[in-house]
């Protein structure tokens, strides 16, 4: 079972950027695929990016396509979310997630962080 740890969740101000880290409990398998997602106060969680390890294949939201840059760094094992031009509407909960398939349903994804707090104020 992968367990994940995300931090880097913080206050910014709007315009701002901000990275989160990921950490897998272990290695990355050849079918595993991270995702970012994100849910705010009375909302859904909803999808932020993804990446399929092996391929670095990613794949992103419209509402952050051009903003946010998932990465990773293959010798730690770590994944990345870069922020930049940040809004107030992207003011969530971030969680980083495991799956074995290349989607963005977030019912398919079998191991999830606990979560870090992004807050963009104006």
């Known amino acids: 079972q992968v367990q994940l740890v995300e931090s880097g969740g913080r206050s910014v101000e709007v315009g701002g950027s901000l990275r989160l880290s990921c950490a897998p409990s272990v290695r990355p398998f050849s079918r595993s695929v991270y995702g970012w997602f994100r849910q705010a106060p009375g909302k859904e969680r909803e999808f932020v990016a993804l990446m399929r390890w092996r391929a670095g294949s990613n794949l992103y939201a419209d509402s952050v396509k051009g903003r946010f840059t998932i990465s990773r760094d293959n010798p730690t094992n770590m994944l990345y979310l870069q922020m930049e031009r940040l809004k107030s509407e992207d003011t969530a909960v971030y969680y980083c997630?495991?799956?074995?398939?290349?989607?963005?349903?977030?019912?398919?994804?079998?191991?999830w962080g606990q979560g870090t707090q992004v807050t963009v104020a104006s």
């Open positions: 997630a495991h799956a074995t398939e290349y989607t963005t349903n977030p019912q398919a994804y079998d191991a």
